[in-house]
């Protein structure tokens, strides 16, 4: 679902920071050779994580789903001088397409590539994080959220995509929507969490906004 006019959507990335090079080659072979090329995050987004991760200069980052990487380098550009981004991806096969980009954008040696369940690798990972993207199964979130709370540090932010899921969050749920279910709990666990505050954004699908008090 798009929630603006793409003609608006065309204004509003004209006016906004320019796509670096290499995330333009990115989303290009993407578009070209992977399957669900609109799971990217695309220029708009990108940009805004980019800002993000710059406002926040984290020294750590956690993102679960790394897809192509193209968030992954968008979060890159924040990061402190001695960062880390762990990416987490199902999807062995895009393991060397990542691993391409990684090293061709000069993060390389920053960004540290796991494959396999998000849900047993976070806890094996030793790190406190600044910065946490969640754009991977849906009926998951919130049990990423649980997984990753007390591995963020206080004023760390969450970043969750997809929230809107296409309307689908205030429309009838079907029983068999697993997806769609987990959703609207998940948002309503970011609502009402004491330990965090939350803004949902009606950016592309949702992007909410969670800060750890």
Same mark, same amino acid.
């Given at each position: 679902?798009?929630?603006?006019?793409?003609?608006?959507?065309?204004?509003?990335?004209?006016?906004?920071?320019?796509?670096?090079?290499?995330?333009?080659?990115?989303?290009?072979?993407?578009?070209?050779?992977?399957?669900?090329?609109?799971?990217?995050?695309?220029?708009?987004?990108?940009?805004?994580?980019?800002?993000?991760?710059?406002?926040?200069?984290?020294?750590?980052? !956690?993102?679960?789903?790394?897809?192509?990487?193209?968030?992954? !380098?968008?979060?890159?550009?924040? !990061?402190?001088?001695?960062?880390?981004?762990?990416?987490?991806?199902?999807?062995?096969?895009?393991?060397?397409?990542?691993?391409?980009?990684?090293?061709?954008?000069?993060?390389?040696?920053?960004?540290?590539?796991?494959?396999?369940?998000?849900?047993?690798?976070?806890?094996?990972?030793?790190?406190?994080?600044?910065?946490?993207?969640?754009?991977?199964?849906?009926?998951?979130?919130?049990?990423?959220?649980?997984?990753?709370?007390?591995?963020?540090?206080?004023?760390?932010?969450?970043?969750?995509?997809?929230?809107?899921?296409?309307?689908?969050?205030?429309?009838?749920?079907?029983?068999?929507?697993?997806?769609?279910?987990?959703?609207?709990?998940?948002?309503?666990?970011?609502?009402?969490?004491?330990?965090?505050?939350?803004?949902? !954004?009606?950016?592309?699908?949702?992007?909410?906004?969670?800060?750890?008090?």
């Amino acid at each position: 679902m798009d929630f603006i006019a793409p003609e608006l959507q065309d204004y509003v990335e004209q006016h906004s920071e320019n796509e670096p090079k290499i995330l333009q080659e990115l989303s290009r072979e993407t578009w070209q050779k992977v399957l669900q090329p609109r799971m990217l995050s695309g220029h708009f987004q990108g940009r805004l994580l980019s800002l993000i991760s710059k406002l926040v200069q984290p020294t750590s980052i !956690l993102e679960i789903g790394t897809y192509t990487g193209y968030s992954t !380098l968008s979060l890159a550009e924040g !990061l402190s001088k001695a960062g880390k981004i762990h990416t987490i991806d199902r999807n062995e096969e895009l393991y060397d397409f990542q691993r391409r980009y990684f090293d061709k954008s000069g993060f390389g040696t920053q960004i540290f590539q796991y494959t396999g369940d998000a849900q047993k690798i976070i806890p094996e990972i030793n790190a406190k994080f600044d910065l946490v993207f969640i754009d991977a199964d849906k009926k998951s979130y919130p049990a990423y959220f649980e997984l990753i709370i007390d591995k963020l540090r206080s004023g760390g932010l969450i970043l969750s995509d997809n929230v809107l899921w296409s309307g689908k969050v205030i429309q009838e749920i079907n029983p068999k929507d697993e997806d769609t279910k987990a959703l609207v709990h998940y948002n309503r666990l970011l609502k009402e969490d004491p330990r965090i505050e939350t803004v949902l !954004l009606p950016i592309r699908d949702g992007l909410t906004l969670s800060r750890k008090l």
